[in-house]
C-alpha cells in the first residue's frame, strides 16, 4: 500500500504513517552529494527531502543509502549526509500530502530523482521509510552540532565536520585517515575549517528578550539562546520565529533566495505543473524548483516571521 498511490488516501495508512512523528529535538538527516557537502560548507542550510535517522539506522552501507540521494545518482563507495536536530515539528510536513497535490502528479522529464508517491513513503520496494520535506522547500536555520557526516563500506561512519553556529562555521573533525576523502570533494580543501561560511543562509533564528530583537541560536530540544561569542552573554530568549523572504511571482508563492537590485533567485513552495508552466521553474534536485525572475515583477514582496512556541 505505501508503494502505491491509489491507496495515498486509505485511512489504515494514513493511521501508520502519522504515528512516525517528528518533535523538538528529533534527529533529522539529509543524504547529499559530494558537490551538496561541499555547498553546505560553504553556507548553504537544509531544505527539501529528509528522513528521521531513526528510520535509516538499519542502511549501513553506502549502496543501501544512496537511494536516499536527492539528485539522482547512485554511489557505492561512499554516502555522505548532514545530520541535525529538528527545531520544531512545524518545520516538516509530508510530501504529496494535502499541502502538495501537485507534486506527486510531476512527470518524469520534469523532475530529478525518485517520483513522489504522495504516501509519505519513500518508493523502495524493501523498506518502509516516512519522507518528510522542509515545510515548503524552505531554507531552516542550522541548529548547533549539526554534522557533516560520511558513511563507509562495511557500516562506518565518520563526523567530517560539526556546525557551531557562533562562529558560523563547520570544524573539521576528521583526521588524517581521512584527508584522501576530503580531498575528492569539488572545492573543499582537507586543510582547512570553514570558520566562518563563505555564504549567510537565506533564513535566520530571531528571538526577543523584553522586547528587544536578537539573532538566535537554536540548541534543541531545550535551549534556544541569543547568538554571542562569549558564552556570558548567551542568554536564552523569550520568543522564537524563523525568519525568510517571501514573495509573489506570476502568482506564484516563492521564497527568494538571492537577489540584487535587478533579479531574484527563488524557489518554488509548491511545485505543481500550472506552477512550472507559469515560471518555467526548473528541477535542481527532487523536488526542489528553482527559477529567476526580475526584481520589478514581484508582488507582496516581504519578510516573513514564521513563531516557534518555546
Not at 505505501?2 to 495508512?13: G, N
Not at 557500516?155 to 553556529?165: A, I, K, M, N, R
Not at 581521512?178 to 569539488?186: A, D, Q, S, T
Amino acid at each position: 500500500m505505501s508503494q502505491s498511490a491509489m491507496h495515498r488516501d486509505d485511512p489504515i495508512l494514513r493511521w501508520i504513517r502519522d504515528t512516525a512523528a517528528v518533535r523538538r529535538g528529533t534527529r533529522m538527516t539529509k543524504i547529499l552529494s559530494p558537490a551538496q557537502i561541499a555547498g553546505h560548507l560553504g553556507g548553504w542550510l537544509p531544505y527539501g527531502f529528509c528522513y528521521r535517522s531513526c528510520d535509516l539506522t538499519h542502511l549501513t552501507e553506502p549502496g543501501q543509502l544512496s537511494m536516499l540521494r536527492t539528485d539522482g545518482a547512485a554511489d557505492d563507495r561512499v554516502a555522505f549526509a548532514l545530520r541535525w536536530r529538528a527545531t520544531d515539528p512545524s518545520d516538516y510536513e509530508i510530501p504529496g500530502d494535502t499541502a502538495h497535490p501537485g507534486l506527486a502528479a510531476l512527470p518524469a522529464h520534469s523532475r530529478i530523482g525518485a517520483m513522489v508517491l504522495g504516501t509519505g513513503f519513500l518508493p523502495s520496494t524493501d523498506d518502509l521509510i516516512p519522507e518528510y520535506i522542509t515545510t515548503g522547500f524552505a531554507d531552516l536555520p542550522l541548529p548547533a552540532n549539526a554534522q557533516l557526516l560520511a558513511h563507509m563500506p562495511g557500516g562506518d561512519e565518520v563526523v567530517l565536520y560539526t556546525y557551531q553556529p557562533e562562529q558560523h562555521g563547520w570544524l573539521r573533525l576528521a583526521g588524517p585517515r581521512w584527508r584522501g576523502l576530503l580531498g575528492e570533494l569539488p572545492g573543499v580543501s582537507p586543510d582547512r575549517e570553514y570558520v566562518p561560511c563563505t555564504a549567510t543562509g537565506t533564513a535566520k533564528l530571531v528571538g526577543t528578550i523584553d522586547g528587544k530583537e536578537y539573532e538566535a541560536v537554536a540548541d534543541p530540544p531545550g535551549e534556544f539562546r541569543v547568538r554571542a561569542l562569549t558564552r556570558a552573554a548567551r542568554y536564552p530568549v523569550q520568543t522564537l520565529s524563523r525568519r525568510a523572504e517571501q514573495a509573489l511571482w506570476r502568482g506564484v508563492p516563492c521564497w527568494v533566495l538571492q537577489r540584487d537590485e535587478t533579479w531574484a533567485r527563488l524557489r518554488l513552495l509548491r511545485p505543481d505543473m500550472d506552477a512550472l508552466g507559469v515560471t518555467g521553474a526548473r528541477c535542481y534536485e527532487r523536488g526542489v524548483y528553482e527559477a529567476w525572475a526580475p526584481v520589478d515583477e514581484l508582488t507582496d514582496h516581504h519578510i516573513a516571521d514564521l513563531a516557534y512556541q518555546i
